[in-house]
């Protein structure tokens, strides 16, 4: 319990302080958080940088990134502003879903490095006050894991009930994928095993039993593990699945979900390092997201919203913002310490699945038109800046994602609008080299053949998208993410204070306010391709200075307490409230 008590005291801390905030009239000087507490919630203010070693920075020219070769990277990751690192699956793995297929949880891939070489990343990172998270993968293991090996071998192993079989095909075998129109059933017949075993994703991953309390026991000790390395958090891969209560009658469709593993995850993390945090990857409708984050927080410490980002690029797609504040505002209503995470692209395709088919059919229209830029029959699989194409739009999107209430999120490449290799198979479009400089490879490796392809042609090719160019040129895409990380940093309102919507009177444009501590921010934005002219209300006093944080430019408020703005196409603008 001696890290769970420090949590609650927080949450009534943190209530004290929004609750003073939401009362301008009051005069009562907000409660402090106490510096201890401060550093559990660190993850409130802080800029993620998501990371796939084998594709970043390649040290010893073999054609593969490794841990050595992010390690000399981490000066770059400082410099832009990152906060933590978050790690894709690097254990070892017959690679066959870009080491999602993990074959064993406590080693690491010897493509990658040794084990000296992580423990190397973790102490340079540490120097440099970077935390490093990974993935927990443990929905599934890939069936070369000596776990499933074993299991299908024989019926009397203690590990066949570490995974969930069926004598007899069950009714909705082919009912609940995840990767719909690629994969082509949930339960696959194992001849060696004489049974069906059951597994979400592709059938080369088959799904362990996290009802069996044997299993919930060795994902608590893998845990403890690279903690004890010096891990500092875990993004915990497809949350749903790995919660569900599956047998061979459950309906895929409708599962039960078992969200006390959850809350033990939680406790037992607290419990081995105060400061560590669960970033749950579940892509759920509002009005089922408060379980996973837990009615007090005991749960999820923060999860990617992926309902807002959907309707942030239909907003994007259609200059229209109705749904976007719909979607800010249902999402709303989350525990004082948790956090959602926000982002512009992840490691996967772009999810649309919860916009309506004509709302989705107008992003696919902008953003996707061609078949081959589509997955699952839901999603876009293109990387952000051949996507968006207009510069401007590109910025407006960085602007929203370091204003948005929640933890930013940033996909590696993506600060320097790298492109997408189409001709990949499904996700891998968006997983090619880092692009670092003109030199061969992008600069990623000096070996004859890389892991994957390095991009080298047209508008996105190495020799004009790369991170050495972009930061001898002031006006580029590189610096504007840096300008726009570092002014987050001077902006803690944004992460620890009250925020509302604000009416601009138009459909076309944002306007989001946050309330900490007697500072007060105010963040509009322009999805319209054309000028706009809006009138915001502020509810302060007439002369007060509203002070443009992009340009140090000032503006007063009328009399009325409202100010008319004149923004241009895709224009942005950051205030701070001066009372």
């Not at 102490?123 to 070369?144: E, F, G, P, Y």
């Not at 060696?192 to 069996?212: C, I, K, S, V």
């Amino acid at each position: 319990m001696k890290h769970i008590l420090p949590l609650l005291f927080v949450t009534l801390l943190v209530s004290c302080q929004t609750k003073t905030s939401e009362n301008e009239s009051k005069k009562t000087p907000p409660v402090p958080l106490a510096t201890d507490f401060i550093e559990e919630l660190w993850y409130k203010n802080a800029l993620v940088y998501s990371v796939d070693v084998e594709v970043f920075k390649d040290s010893n020219n073999d054609g593969v990134g490794d841990f050595k070769g992010l390690t000399q990277s981490l000066d770059y990751l400082k410099t832009l502003g990152v906060d933590a690192i978050w790690l894709a699956p690097f254990q070892p793995t017959p690679n066959k879903d870009d080491g999602y297929d993990v074959a064993d949880f406590y080693g690491i891939d010897q493509r990658l490095g040794t084990n000296q070489d992580f423990d190397e990343l973790i102490k340079q990172a540490s120097q440099r006050s970077i935390r490093v998270m990974m993935d927990l993968v443990t929905n599934h293991t890939s069936d070369q894991h000596p776990w499933f090996k074993q299991a299908r071998q024989q019926k009397n192993s203690p590990y066949r009930s570490w995974y969930v079989w069926s004598k007899e095909r069950p009714k909705k075998w082919d009912t609940g994928m995840v990767f719909p129109g690629v994969q082509k059933a949930v339960w696959t017949y194992d001849k060696q095993a004489g049974e069906y075993y059951y597994h979400r994703f592709y059938d080369f991953q088959p799904d362990l039993n996290m009802q069996n309390p044997a299993v919930q026991r060795e994902m608590r000790k893998i845990v403890k593990y690279w903690l004890d390395k010096g891990i500092a958090g875990f993004r915990v891969d497809a949350v749903p699945f790995l919660i569900e209560v599956a047998n061979p009658d459950f309906d895929p469709d409708k599962p039960e979900h078992q969200f006390d593993i959850i809350t033990q995850l939680h406790q037992y993390i607290q419990w081995h390092k105060r400061d560590a945090i669960l970033l749950g990857e579940a892509n759920v409708d509002p009005k089922e997201q408060e379980p996973f984050f837990g009615k007090d927080g005991e749960n999820m410490q923060t999860m990617f919203n992926f309902f807002a980002n959907q309707h942030l690029f239909y907003a994007l797609a259609s200059g229209e913002t109705k749904l976007l504040r719909k979607a800010l505002h249902d999402t709303k209503d989350i525990p004082p310490t948790a956090q959602w995470a926000h982002f512009l692209r992840n490691h996967d395709e772009i999810d649309l699945g919860r916009l309506s088919d004509e709302e989705r059919d107008k992003v696919y229209k902008r953003f996707g038109p061609d078949s081959t830029m589509q997955l699952y029959d839901r999603g876009i699989r293109r990387r952000l800046a051949p996507m968006l194409g207009d510069r401007r739009l590109v910025e407006l999107a960085y602007s929203m994602l370091f204003s948005l209430p929640g933890m930013p999120v940033i996909r590696y490449g993506e600060e320097i609008g790298m492109g997408d290799d189409l001709k990949l198979e499904e996700r891998l479009s968006v997983r090619t080299p880092m692009q670092w400089s003109s030199a061969t490879n992008g600069g990623f490796s000096n070996a004859p053949k890389t892991v994957r392809p390095v991009i080298s042609q047209g508008p996105y090719g190495y020799t004009s998208i790369n991170v050495a160019a972009q930061r001898a040129d002031s006006a580029s895409l590189l610096n504007k993410v840096t300008q726009l990380a570092r002014l987050r940093k001077q902006c803690p309102e944004i992460g620890w204070g009250n925020w509302e919507l604000v009416d601009t009177g138009s459909q076309h444009v944002l306007a989001i306010r946050y309330d900490w501590q007697g500072r007060s921010l105010l963040m509009v934005h322009n999805f319209s391709p054309e000028p706009q002219q809006c009138q915001i209300s502020t509810q302060l006093k007439a002369q007060t200075q509203l002070v443009n944080l992009l340009d140090n430019s000032q503006r007063q408020v009328g009399k009325d307490g409202a100010y008319t703005t004149q923004l241009p196409g895709y224009g942005y603008t950051w205030y701070r409230l001066k009372k």
